[in-house]
Nanobody, 121 residues
Framework: QVQLVESGGGLVQPGGSLRLSCAAS????????MGWYRQVPGKQRELVAT???????NYADSVKGRFTISRDNAKNMVYLQMNSLESEDTAVYYC???????????????WGQGTQVTVSS
């Protein structure tokens, strides 16, 4: 089995910063792309940023220049550094990983349980 666990969410004032972390653990043979998504009540989950195993990144237009995604392949971790936060960034943030299980060699996309980010004064 594989687990993704996010951490680092919380309450921050507009203009502030937060760093989210996500750790993938379990029977993992290989981790391909990893990413962060977010969702607010009543809306669809939306992409925030993704990063390939080789380090290529992709960002939603709304976060370009403010957020930075990175990863540590040796630790199966992905991070999201969020700067200049705005109230519109308030959401539940979910970690996502496209990986191959070592027990079955199955390629599956896993999701974390989510972490709340609230930007408010």
């Amino acid at each position: 089995q594989v687990q993704l666990v996010e951490s680092g969410g919380g309450l921050v004032q507009p203009g502030g910063s937060l760093r989210l972390s996500c750790a993938a653990s379990g029977s993992i043979l290989r981790t391909n792309a990893m990413g962060w998504y977010r969702q607010v009540p009543g809306k669809q989950r939306e992409l925030v940023a993704t990063i390939t195993s080789g380090g290529s990144t992709n960002y939603a237009d709304s976060v370009k220049g403010r957020f930075t995604i990175s990863r540590d392949n040796a630790k199966n971790m992905v991070y999201l550094q969020m700067n200049s936060l705005e109230s519109e960034d308030t959401a539940v943030y979910y970690c996502n990983a496209d990986l191959v299980q070592s027990s079955t060699w199955s390629r599956i996309v896993y999701w974390g349980q989510g972490t709340q980010v609230t930007v408010s004064s």
